[in-house]
């Protein structure tokens, strides 16, 4: 167990906090594999000289971006104090330790919202940092209401990246749009469009922080979807992930871009589709479950897929998908949260959101924690969380 530091004298100041976390916000979109972070140095005086958040992967972090901020600006560095959303990284990866980078520049104090579950810092970026004399005060340890408040919207942001260090899965959202009455699409199968333009850029949105949006065989096949993030501005796509168990994804599909990895889930072996598919810039992954190994029809295992999402450096899995896998992957209990947008429209007759059910019972239901419930353009965007779930 790391030696604990007594808290600091200088309390860090509201406004020192919520820089840090717009700076992490700013990464949102590019950082993927790494987590979102943000750095303010602030003097001795109280005045902020340097700030900076994370950069694509393979580019500087938070904690360097904010030192070549205050060197520009014509700033001296030394007894400055680091306020940050995340301990910093100890070890060489595809960029320096940003402990030392601190160490080297003179700063003395570092105040950090949370420790790093990477196994590969995981309290050592702490501990160099005290060892060359640097006083460390991390938030989630701490009796102060702002400081724990800061430390869990940082993690919030970083949820993903949390959950694929501690529980070796991805962070999986399920994003439904349906009828205030529940459904998705008529029984002719019309869907477009039940919410309005401001939900869909919405949408499109929360695809853009994902590493991967996953959907079904039946989803491309009906709707022959492109997938990926449209009308607003992100330097990355998400790879596209496809549970196709017999193979049967046209390789002329409108989903295949340039640079934009697709990756295909199958359960039985398909020599010449695979070879076409693989032409057109897709993986195929062979992941058969266990029971249904021998079965006429073997379906993808979807717990083992998302296993091997996280081993392929996914934190956040957004879905979009029909009824039937939404249901496989609820029943499974691999959903962790629901973005649902529901349209000021009454329906009646047409597709669900899932085949859940039916149950007998009501204590069998998939209980839920209310996040968040906000309008977006006409309709409602509902966040919900199934109970239990962050608490890693």
């Not at 520049?105 to 570092?110: C, F, L, N, R």
């Not at 959202?173 to 009828?179: D, E, G, M, P, Q």
């Amino acid at each position: 167990m790391l030696p604990q530091t007594p808290p600091l004298s200088n309390r860090p100041a509201p406004d020192y906090l919520a820089q840090t976390l717009l700076q992490a916000q700013a990464a949102l979109l590019r950082s993927n594999p790494n987590p979102r972070v943000g750095c303010v140095l602030v003097n001795r005086e109280g005045e902020v000289i340097g700030q900076g958040s994370t950069q694509r992967a393979g580019g500087p972090h938070a904690e360097v971006m904010a030192l070549r901020d205050a060197q520009a600006l014509g700033h001296a560095t030394a007894g400055a104090t680091a306020y940050v959303t995340l301990e910093p990284c100890s070890h060489h990866g595809r960029t320096g330790p940003c402990c030392d980078a601190l160490i080297d520049a003179g700063v003395t104090h570092v105040v950090a919202a949370l420790p790093d579950p990477n196994p590969l810092v995981a309290g050592q970026g702490f501990a160099r940092l005290r060892a060359a004399g640097v006083a460390v005060e991390v938030a989630n340890d701490s009796a102060d209401p702002a400081l724990r408040a800061w430390a869990a919207a940082a993690r919030a942001l970083n949820i993903g990246f949390f959950s694929r260090m501690l529980r070796r899965t991805p962070w999986v959202r399920l994003k439904t749009a349906a009828s205030v009455d529940g459904v998705t699409a008529l029984p002719n199968g019309q869907s477009q469009w039940i919410t309005g333009e401001a939900a869909r850029a919405d949408g499109h949105a929360w695809r853009a922080r994902a590493c991967a949006v996953l959907t079904g065989i039946g989803t491309v096949l009906q709707d022959q979807p492109r997938l990926d993030v449209r009308g607003i501005e992100t330097p990355r796509q998400p790879a596209l992930v496809i549970v196709d168990s017999d193979l049967q994804t046209p390789p002329d599909a409108r989903l295949f871009a340039p640079q934009r990895p697709v990756l295909i889930y199958a359960a039985t072996q398909h020599a010449a589709r695979q070879a076409a598919l693989e032409r057109s810039g897709a993986t195929v992954v062979y992941l058969p479950g266990a029971a249904a190994a021998e079965a006429a029809s073997p379906k993808v295992d979807l717990a083992a897929m998302l296993r091997d999402l996280a081993l392929r450096d996914m934190n956040e899995v957004h879905i979009e998908a029909g009824h039937k896998l939404n249901g496989s992957l609820l029943r499974a209990g691999l959903v962790d949260e629901l973005l649902v947008y529901l349209a000021p429209l009454w329906l009646g007759t047409g597709a669900s959101m899932s085949n859940w059910g039916p149950l007998t019972n009501l204590a069998d239901g998939l209980a839920l924690e209310f996040q968040s419930a906000e309008m977006v353009g006409t309709d409602l965007r509902v966040l919900a969380r199934v109970a239990g779930r962050g608490v890693f």
